[in-house]
T-cell receptor, first 111, second 117 residues
Framework: DAKTTQPPSMDCAEGRAANLPCNHSTISGNEYVYWYRQIHSQGPQYIIH???NNETNEMASLIITEDRKSSTLILPHATLRDTAVYYCIVRALTGANNLFFGTGTRLTVIP | NAGVMQNPRHLVRRRGQEARLRCSPM?????VYWYRQLPEEGLKFMVY????????ESGMPKERFSAEFPKEGPSILRIQQVVRGDSAAYFC???????????????FGSGTQLSVL
């Protein structure tokens, strides 16, 4: 499974959009991009995933560049409860038997 | 539909004792994963099990650690003769079938915080 690179930390003002980048320049054609987050002292929580097209659900939007070498997770109106570590994960169905969680981005939403 | 249940939530052991961590997957899920998270670090994969089978234990320490997922009952992560370095949060996750469907996802429990004195 391809590696990902994320900034270690970011701040976002409450009510503003939080844009979390992820670089996955070695991604291959059959690999999906998944985002999970981990709120302090809790287990990780699935947010969204995609292959090529942009995706949106009730939690967030996922924008994948045309060359698929990077993506951005967008939380449209960040709240204090969105403060968490966000993990970008790339995985193929035929890849490893697990999801590889790197160090992620620690997002702090500021009042 | 209850989520992934882990117990105990907190476990304190003295060096040399045994620790048993339990995980009941979500209803209908037959795949269980165990992860370990040391303080201020990311989650590290330990083992992947299906009912009565260990599929991938590439992340398990070679000694003192074992896992099982019997036909009936929860999955158990067992740590024998615990040492202080075993102190960590242990998370269990389950899925229906992560490897066949890209739309499948992992559902995590709240974890067990193991403290070794």
């Amino acid at each position: 499974d391809a590696k990902t690179t994320q900034p270690p930390s970011m701040d976002c003002a409450e009510g503003r959009a939080a844009n979390l980048p992820c670089n996955h320049s070695t991604i291959s054609g059959n690999e999906y991009v998944y985002w999970y987050r981990q709120i302090h002292s809790q287990g990780p929580q699935y947010i969204i995933h995609g292959l090529k097209n942009n995706e949106t659900n009730e939690m967030a939007s996922l924008i994948i560049t045309e060359d698929r070498k990077s993506s951005t997770l967008i939380l449209p109106h960040a709240t204090l409860r969105d403060t968490a570590v966000y993990y970008c994960i790339v995985r193929a169905l035929t890849g490893a038997n697990n999801l590889f969680f790197g160090t992620g981005t620690r997002l702090t939403v500021i009042p | 539909n209850a989520g992934v249940m882990q117990n105990p939530r907190h476990l304190v052991r003295r060096r040399g004792q045994e620790a048993r961590l339990r995980c009941s997957p979500m209803k209908g899920h037959s795949h269980v994963y165990w992860y370990r998270q040391l303080p201020e670090e990311g989650l590290k994969f330990m083992v992947y099990l299906q009912k009565e089978n260990i599929i991938d234990e590439s992340g398990m320490p070679k000694e003192r650690f074992s896992a099982e997922f019997p036909k009936e009952g929860p999955s158990i992560l067992r740590i024998q003769q615990v040492v202080r370095g075993d102190s960590a949060a242990y998370f269990c996750a389950s899925s229906p079938n992560l490897h066949r469907d890209p739309n499948e996802k992992l559902f995590f429990g709240s974890g067990t915080q193991l403290s070794v004195l």
